[in-house]
């Protein structure tokens, strides 16, 4: 989410004048983020002529209730979580305040459904995905990549092909299944499964790769920064997205497959709410149904026993990527959006 807020802000500045109001404190203070966000909108407002306001988390739901008081249009992206979070207060507020604001910005179908079920106007949801630019593909010798992981992993990769997940250590993501129940049928393949993050499920992981004696096959790497990412991204061969459904805690867009695809790196995903919006199957990236182990075991296998094809996958998943999901293009149906939110409201 973080990044999808900096992108737009950054693309969107391009096309229109934009007063960005953000946090940037530590998150031992976020419960002044609100009534910050809430008083410099209202210094903002005072001195400026906004013409449309815009909430990048639904979070911010009451606040924008807050300042529909100064005759402004307002809307608001909805992410996965932000609506889908189970807590009774939490589902009791949000979806009543969303209902009364003007432009809910879904980043899938699944989130507009989510939103739907709980209320929210059809006529007041649209759909626009999150958006990718292409920071992260080098474009480089990927030999002298792979030499660079090497080191820093602390192992010979000889020619061993890699896969790659990132992502918390969390149910929804999948990743605790995918070792326990998908990486034992792989065995035979010559990889290695580098998984980069951390969470609350790390002591099953390690228990997984433990008693199955994965090892040699599955590497912990712990959280990455972004130039350990783009070296991930340009050196591996395949990335795993392995997600599971988990009630409250849907994945709404699924971002890191759309870094990753950019990158040239064939995905393999679940079928599975926002995920679906992101990849699309057999154009950039493989779509398998979840907790499917031997749909996720004859896809990987394919991929990693064909060098051509996984290499013309790769080619093809990064110009579809770009083609369809570059934040120029997002950023521009931002404000085509914003524009006739504004004429609807007539000039100001």
Partial sequence: MQRVAYELSQHLSKLTDVKLIKWGGSNKWLPLVLPYILLRSLWTLSITSIQVIYLQDGLLAPLGLILKLFGKPIAITIHGRDIAYENRLYQFLIPRCLKRLDLIICVSNAIRDACLTRGVSAEKTIVIANGI?????????????????AQVVDRDLGDK???????????????????????????????LYIIAGTGTLEPVIRKSIEENKLEDNVLLLGWADEDMLRLLYNTADIFIMPNIPVTGDMEGFGLVALETSSCGLPVVASDLEGIQEAIQNNKNGILIPPRSVQGFVNAVKQLLENDELRSRFGTQARQYTLE???????????????????QSYGKF
Wanted: proline share 1%; net charge positive.
């Fill in 324 to 342: 369809n999901y570059g934040w120029e293009r997002m950023a521009q149906r931002y404000r085509e959006e914003f524009t006739r939110l504004r």
């Fill in 133 to 149: 630019s292409d920071g992260f593909y080098t474009n480089g010798d990927k030999r002298s990549g792979r030499a660079k992981l």
């Fill in 161 to 191: 092909k890699i896969l790659l997940s990132v992502g918390r250590f969390v149910e929804k993501k999948g990743i605790h299944w995918f070792v326990a129940e998908v990486i034992p049928q792989l065995c035979d393949d010559n990889f």
